[in-house]
C-alpha cells in the first residue's frame, strides 16, 4: 500500500490545520487507520486511530480536544484536523494502516512537515 501525507505548513500557535492522506493499491475501508508524528532525533509516536467505517476514534492524550480524525472510504482518503496548534505539535506527521491499539503496519509512506511557530 502507498500512502501519502499532504497539507503541512507553518502556522502559527493556536491556529488550525487540516491533514489528508491518500492511500493507493490496497482496499482502504477495510482497515483501521491512524496518524502518527515524529521530531527529528525521537521516536515516531501514536496520534490518533479511525475505525474503518469511522464509528469509533482514539487520541494520544497530548491532543485530544484539540485534533479530529476522520475518513472518507469513497475517496481512501483520511483526514486530521487540527485545532489550536501548538509548537510542541511540530512534526512530520504520517498515517499509516493499524494493525493492532496504536501499533502501525510499518509501512510508512510519505509524511507532511507541519510547524507551529510561537
Known amino acids: 500500500v502507498q500512502l501519502q501525507a499532504f497539507g503541512g505548513g507553518l502556522v502559527q500557535a493556536g491556529g488550525p490545520l487540516r491533514l489528508s492522506c491518500v492511500t493507493f493499491?490496497?482496499?482502504?475501508?477495510?482497515?483501521?487507520m491512524g496518524w502518527f508524528r515524529q521530531v527529528p532525533g525521537k521516536e515516531r509516536e501514536f496520534v490518533a486511530r479511525?475505525?474503518?467505517?469511522?464509528?469509533?476514534?482514539y487520541y494520544a492524550d497530548s491532543v485530544k480536544g484539540r485534533f479530529t480524525i476522520s475518513r472518507d472510504n469513497a475517496k481512501n482518503t483520511l483526514y486530521l484536523q487540527m485545532n489550536s496548534l501548538k509548537p510542541e505539535d511540530t512534526a512530520v506527521y504520517y498515517c499509516?494502516?493499524?494493525?493492532?491499539?496504536?501499533?502501525?503496519?510499518?509501512?510508512w509512506g510519505r509524511g507532511t512537515l507541519v510547524t507551529v511557530s510561537s
Open positions: 499509516a494502516r493499524i494493525v493492532t491499539g496504536t501499533i502501525a503496519s510499518g509501512s
Open positions: 479511525i475505525t474503518w467505517n469511522g464509528g469509533s476514534t
Open positions: 493499491g490496497r482496499t482502504f475501508s477495510n482497515n483501521y
